[in-house]
C-alpha cells in the first residue's frame, strides 16, 4: 500500500527439514500502520508464517525483509504474542508482564506503572501476584498479551491471542486493542479462527489455504480507523463477514 | 488424620521409626551373626565412643567442617560457572567437556602430591581434594539443566533482544535450578568424604590436630572400631548439616512454582 | 595349582586346608612362608596352605579373630593392642626378631639421632604406637603427616622423615640417585618382634595344626635366609610385579645386613624365638602409654608351648 | 562453513584443539615452575611409560574394567530401583532417604573392612564399593526426575484410571529420563575411580593379578612416577568408555524429543 | 431429568487454599446421555468445576456424586479433554493416542485400528508418527481429542476443545462428535466460548458468573438428536443463540 513497504514476503518457501512444503509462494507486502489477519485452516502455516516475519526461523526459499533489513535485524521494532501463553513458571504474573521491560532497561518506577496499566486492561490486576500455575488457561493468555502491550512496539505479531477467551472478554480486549493502536500507531500481524474478529480488527484480511500453505485470497477492509463496537453490527460488516468466511470454506473444497 | 498432622508424620516419625527399625535390625545381625564389636560395634559402643572420644573428634570435626565448607563453596561456585561455560555455547562444550572429563575421572590419590607441592600441605590442599570430588555432579547437573531450557521462552527471549547475558540471568539460571539444586544436593553428601579424604591425602596433624580422616586412620591402626564408626557418625552429620541446607535452597527456590514441591488441589 | 615339585616323600592322604593372611603384597618380608609353601615344608606336615596377600586393608588380626584365616603376619605391638581391645589372638613365634620399621629422612637434614625429629614433618601412619613411644623416650613433638604409600613427597621435600622398612623404600630413593638415612626404631629400643599368630579359639582346637604350622614356618624361614631362596623369590615376583630380582635381593641383603630375621645370638635370640620377658616390657611400655582399654597380661598375647622344642631348648639352656 | 563441517569441528577439531593447548601449558608448567617428573611426569613420558608397562597395565585395567562395569551396573540399577521407591510415595521417600543418604555419607574407607569381612577380599567387595560411590548421583538426580513430572500429565494418567506401575512405567520413567541420564553419566565417571578405589581397599593381588588400584600402590611406592600417571591415563580412558556410552543413551533416547537434543528451526 | 441423576451437584462450594471462593453454591442434576454446555466469563471456574466433577480435585464443601458414588470412584466411567492439549513429548502422534487404551489393555491389534480411525477423525492421519513438538496448535489439540474418542467413555469432559481450531474444521468436529455420540450414547461436560457451539450440542446449557462461579442462568435446548448441520440456519436455533448470548453478557453487567 505504501511506497516502501514495512513488511516485504517474496516468493516465500518453508519446509521444515527434509518434510513437505509447509508455505509456499506467498508474496505479501504490508506498510507501515496496516493491520493484517491471517485466517486458514489449523495447520496451514499461520504461526510459520509469522514466525517466520519475526525471524525465528528461517525461510527454505525466498525472501522476507522488515523495515528493508532482515527480520533478525529488526527484532527490536517486533513483539510477538505466541499461541501458547508461555510465561515463566517462576516468575509472578507481573513479574511475567514485566519481563520485556526488563529485559530492555526501562526504570522500576516506569515498569510498575506500564504493568499495572495493562494487567488493568486485561482484566488480572487482582492475579498480579499469582503463579502461572493457578491461572485458568484465559487468564494465562491475558497475562502473555498484556506483555506484549507493555512492550508497545512498531510491529506487533498476534499469534490466536484471543482463543481462551469468552466472546465478551474478547469484545472488549478487541476495542482496547484498537485504541491502544489509535494512540500509538503499531503495525500489526494477526492470527485468529474468528472470521468477525479477523474483519473489526483487519485492514486487510489473507486466507491462506492448506497443503502447502497458499495465500487464496486477500480481503481489504474499507472500514476507517478508529472504530467502534457498534461497526459490528452494520450491514456493510455483516456483509463483509460473509464475503470472507465464503472466501475460507472456499479452501477446504 | 489432619493434613499437618500428617506431614508431621512424614517429616519426623516416619524416618525415626526407619531408623529405629534399623537400630533393631543391626542389633539383631549383630547377635544373630555373632559379629564382634571390634569389626561392627553396636550403636550403643559407637555414641559412647563418640562421647568417650570427643576431646579429639570435636576438634577434627572443626578442621574437617572447615575443609568442607570451603570445598563444598568451590565445588558449586566453579561447578556453576563451568556449567555456564559450558551451556553457553556447543562449542565452548565441545572445547571444555572432555578436560573437565578429564579432571574428574583422574584418580585424586595420583593428583594428591602435586596438589600438595603447589598449595602446600593442609587446608588449601584438602579444600582443592574435596573440590575435585564434588564439583562434577554439579556441572554435570547444571549444564544438564542449562541446555534443556523449555524451546518456547528461549524463543521468548530472542524477540526480547535479550544479551546473553540477560537470557542467562533471567531463563537459564532459574529454569536450570531443579538440575542446579540436584547437583549441589550430591556435592553436599560429597564435601565431607572430600574433606577427609583430603586430610587422607594432603592432611597433617600440624598443632597436634588432625581432621576427621586422621583420626580415622589412628583409629583403623589402633584397632579403635567403635571410636572409628564414631569418626563416620560424624561425617554422616555433617553430610545431613549440608544436604539439609541445600534442602532449604530447594524448598526456597522452588516450593512457589516447581512441580516437584507444588501440591495441585 | 600349588607348585609342588620340590615336595619330597609321599603326599599324606588328607591335607589340612588353612588360610595365611599376610599384611602386605607378596614381598621378601614374607619370604619364609613362600619358601615352606612352595618347597613343600607345608604339605610334610600336613598342611595345605594358602597365602592371602595383604593390602592397605587386609585386617589380618579380624579375619584371625573371626576365623577367616587360621594365621596371620603382624607385630607384637598391634597383637598387645588387639588384645587390649579383647581381641582373642595369641602370638606364636617371630619371623623377625627385629622390626625393619624405621624413618628414613634426608642426610642434609641434619638428623643424627631420634632427638633430631624434634619438631619435624612426619610422615607415618596416624596412631601408630611408636609414634608415641619415640615423642614419650626423646620428649620431642613431631608434627604427623598421614601416610600416602608413596615416595614422591618425600623426594620433592627435603625436610620431610617418613616411616619406611629399612628393607624396602630407601631402595627407590637411592635408585633416583639420593641418598638417605635410615634410622631403625629398634634401635631407640622400640622393638616389636615380627610375628605370626592364631586366634586363642583355633590355638586350643587344634593345637597339633599350630604347631606343624609353626615348625614348617620357621624351616621356611630358616632356608629362606641361609638356603636357595630361588623357587620363594619366583613365586613371591609372580604375584607382585614390583618384587625384582635386585629389588629382593636388595631386601635379603637389608634383612640379613641388619640380623632382623635370626637376630643376635649373643643376646639370646634365635629365629623364631619370642622372649617373654621382653615382650612383657613391651606390654608395660604400651600399657604406660595409655592405648590399652583394658590390663593384658603376658599369657593373654603369648604362648610359648607352640614353639618347636629346638627354639624353646636354647632359651631355656641360655 | 556449512553445518555439517562446523558439527565436525565441534565434535572432533576443538576438544583436540583444547587438549592440545593444555598439553603445551603442561610443559610450559613444568619448565617454569620447574616440577620434576617423579611428581609431574610430562605428557610424553606418562606415554612411554603406559607403553613399557602394558603387560602389566592391560591385565589390570581388565581386573578393573570388570570391577567398574559390575559396580556401574548396580550403582545404576539399584540406584534407578531406590529412585523409584523414594519417588514412589512421599512416605517411602521419607522413610528411606535418610537412610540412603547414610549410606552414602558414611565413608567407604570405614565399611571397606566389613565389606572385605563378608563379602571376601576381590571382586565383589571391589563391586560393593564401586556400587557405594556411584549409586547417589543416580538416586538423587531420578529421583528429582520422578517427582518433577508435569502435574498435568499427572492427572490425564489419573483419568486413566492408570496403576502406579503403569504411571511409573509410561509417564515417571520417561519423564525422569534427562535427569536419568545426568545421574547415569556421573555415576559413569565415577565407577573407575570407584573400582581403584576399591582395589586399594579391598583388593587383593592374587593369583599375581591385580587391577589398578593395585599398580597405583605399586608404582606409588617404587616412585615411578610416569607409570603411577599412566594407571590415572587408564581410568580416564576407561571413564571416557563409561561416558561415551552413557551419552550414546542420551541421545537415543532424548534426540527425537527431548529440548536437550531437538534444534527447532 | 432422571429419576436418578447420573451425576448430582449440590451446594458445591471450591475454594483453592486459603484463597476466595471460585465457585459457589452449585447445584446441577444432570441425567444419563445428556449434553451440558458451560459457558462463563475467562477465570470463572469452569475448567474447575469439570476437575471437581472428575474428582480431580476436591470440593470445599457441598457435595458431588457421580453415578452415586464419589467422582474418585467413578473414573473409569470418565475422560477428559484438558484445556491444553497435555501430550507426552516422547511419544509419537499415534502412541499419544493409543496411551489410554495401552493402560486400560485393550489388545494392540484394537488399538491399532481405533487410533487409525480417531486420527483420521480429527484429520491427522498423516501426522501420526510425528512428535508433538512438530505440530500446530490447532493439530495438538486434536490429537488430544481423539486420544478422548478412542476410549469412548460413559461420561466425556471437553475443556474447550475446539478453541484452537478454524470454524470449518470446528463445525466438523462438532457434527462428528454428535454422531459418535448417536452411536455410543455418552453424557457430555462441555466447556466453551462459542455460544453458537454450545447451542448446536447440549441439552442443556449452564451460564456461570464470575467471582465467585455462580450458576446464573441454566438453558434448555429443545432441539431433538441427531442434529443436523442445517439446524444452526434455522431461526429457532437463532433465536437461543441470541437468548443464550443475552444470558451470557448479563453476567458481567
Ligand atoms: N491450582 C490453583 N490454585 C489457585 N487458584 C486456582 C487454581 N486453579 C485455578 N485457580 C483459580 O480459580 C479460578 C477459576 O479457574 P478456572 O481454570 O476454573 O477458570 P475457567 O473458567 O476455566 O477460565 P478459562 O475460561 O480462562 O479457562 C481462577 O481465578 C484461577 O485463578
Ligand atoms: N518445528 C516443526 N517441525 C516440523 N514441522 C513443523 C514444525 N512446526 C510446524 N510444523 C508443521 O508445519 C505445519 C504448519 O504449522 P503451523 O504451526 O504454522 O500451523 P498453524 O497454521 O499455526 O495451525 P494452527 O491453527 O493449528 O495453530 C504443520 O503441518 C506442522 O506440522
Ligand atoms: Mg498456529
Ligand atoms: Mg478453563
Known sequence: MNAAPLVAIRGLQKRFGAGPLVLDGINLEVGQGEFVSFIGPSGCGKSTLLRLIAGLTSASDGLITVDGTPPEKAREKMFFVFQDATLMPWRRVAENVELPLLLRGDAPGHRRERVARMLEVVGLSGAAEKFPWQLSGGMRMRVSIARALTVAPEILLLDEPFGALDEMTRDRLNEDLLAIRSRNSFTG??????????????????????????VTAVIDVPFPYPRQPELRETPAFLRLLATTAQALRAVRS | MSPSLRSRLSTYLLPAATAAALIVLWYVLKAVFQVPSFVLPAPHEILVAAWEERSFL????????????????????????????????????????????VLQMMPVTILAPIFVLWLGQGLPSIVAITFMIGFFPVVANTTMGFISVDRNLRELFVMCNATRAQEARYLRIPGAMPYFLTGMKIAGTLAPIGAIVGDFLAGSAQGGVGGIGYMT??????????????????ACVMGF????????????????????????? | GEQRS????PAPAKLEKIILQTDWYAQPEHGGFYQALVEGYYRDVGLDVEILQG??????????????????????????IAAGRGIPVVALAALMQRDPQGVMFHPESGIRDFKDLEGRNVMAVPGAAWLTLVQLKFGIKLSVTPLDFGLSRFLADKRLVQQCFV???????????????????????????RIWFTSRDYAARRPEVVRAFTAASIRGWREYIDGDRQDADLRISQLNQKMTPEFIAFSVDAMRANRLVHG???????????????????????????????????????????LPEDVRAVREGK
Chains 1, 5 share one sequence.
Open chain 3, 167 to 193: 628393607t624396602n623404600e630407601p631402595f627407590y630413593i637411592r635408585q633416583q640417585g639420593v641418598d638417605v638415612g635410615v634410622l631403625l626404631l629398634s634401635e631407640a629400643g622400640i622393638d616389636p618382634y
Open chain 1, 189 to 214: 500481524f494477526f492470527v485468529t479462527h474468528s472470521v468477525a474478529e479477523a474483519v473489526f480488527l483487519s485492514s486487510r484480511i489473507v486466507v491462506l489455504g492448506v497443503n502447502p500453505g497458499r
Open chain 3, 264 to 306: 643376635d645370638p649373643a643376646k639370646g635370640e634365635l629365629l623364631g624365638r619370642i622372649d617373654p620377658a621382653r615382650l612383657g616390657a613391651e606390654i608395660q611400655r604400651l600399657s604406660a602409654i595409655g592405648v590399652l582399654d583394658r590390663a593384658v597380661a603376658l599369657a593373654d598375647v603369648f604362648d610359648e608351648k607352640f
Open chain 2, 58 to 101: 570435636w576438634p577434627a570435626a572443626l578442621v574437617t567442617v572447615r575443609g568442607a565448607l570451603l570445598g563444598f563453596s568451590a565445588a558449586v561456585g566453579v561447578g556453576f560457572l563451568l556449567a555456564m561455560a559450558l551451556g553457553f555455547s556447543p562449542r565452548v562444550k565441545a572445547s571444555l567437556y572432555p578436560l573437565i572429563l
Open chain 3, 55 to 80: 593390602g592397605p586393608n587386609a585386617i589380618p588380626t579380624q579375619k584371625v579373630a573371626l576365623g577367616t584365616a587360621q594365621f596371620a603376619v603382624g607385630r607384637t605391638d598391634e597383637l598387645i
Open chain 2, 241 to 265: 548439616v549440608f544436604v539439609g541446607g541445600v534442602n532449604w535452597l530447594h524448598w526456597r527456590l522452588l516450593h512457589l512454582w516447581h512441580d516437584s514441591m507444588v501440591k495441585k488441589e
Open chain 3, 6 to 9: 620340590a615336595a619330597p616323600g
Open chain 2, 217 to 234: 586412620i589412628s583409629y583403623f591402626s589402633q584397632l579403635k572400631t567403635p571410636a572409628l564408626f564414631a569418626t563416620g557418625l560424624v
